[in-house]
Nanobody, 124 residues
Framework: QVQLVESGGGSVQAGGSLRLSCTAS????????VGWFRRPPGKGREFLAA????????HYGESVKGRFTISRDNAVNTVFLEMSSLKPEDTAVYYC?????????????????WGQGTQVTVSS
């Protein structure tokens, strides 16, 4: 059974930081590109960042460049999203997704596996 489990969400004040984790089981993690997405209240899904299966390449969405950093540790089947300088508009449910041998950007199909999401709330 394949699972992607996000953790690390919570409530933080504007300007603060959070680190999200996405831990996978049931897949050969080192074969999967992993991406982070979010869905703000009442809005559509937004691509945030993705990292290639070997960690060699990463891409970011324009709204988070310079503030968010994606990384991975294949030894523990986990991808991280370090978020800093958080703004109220970053409030959303954050999801990770895994795509086997996927291109690490928004153009990948992102239809292999998804997590259930973790809530991030940023107050002003």
């Amino acid at each position: 059974q394949v699972q992607l489990v996000e953790s690390g969400g919570g409530s933080v004040q504007a300007g603060g930081s959070l680190r999200l984790s996405c831990t996978a089981s049931g897949i050969t993690f080192s074969s999967y590109t992993v991406g982070w997405f979010r869905r703000p209240p009442g809005k559509g899904r937004e691509f945030l960042a993705a990292i290639r299966w070997d960690g060699a390449t990463a891409h970011y969405g324009e709204s988070v460049k310079g503030r968010f950093t994606i990384s991975r540790d294949n030894a523990v089947n986990t991808v991280f999203l370090e978020m800093s300088s958080l703004k109220p508009e970053d409030t959303a449910v954050y999801y990770c997704a895994a795509e086997e041998w996927g291109t690490p950007d928004v153009s990948a199909p992102w239809d292999d596996y998804w997590g259930q999401g973790t809530q991030v709330t940023v107050s002003s």
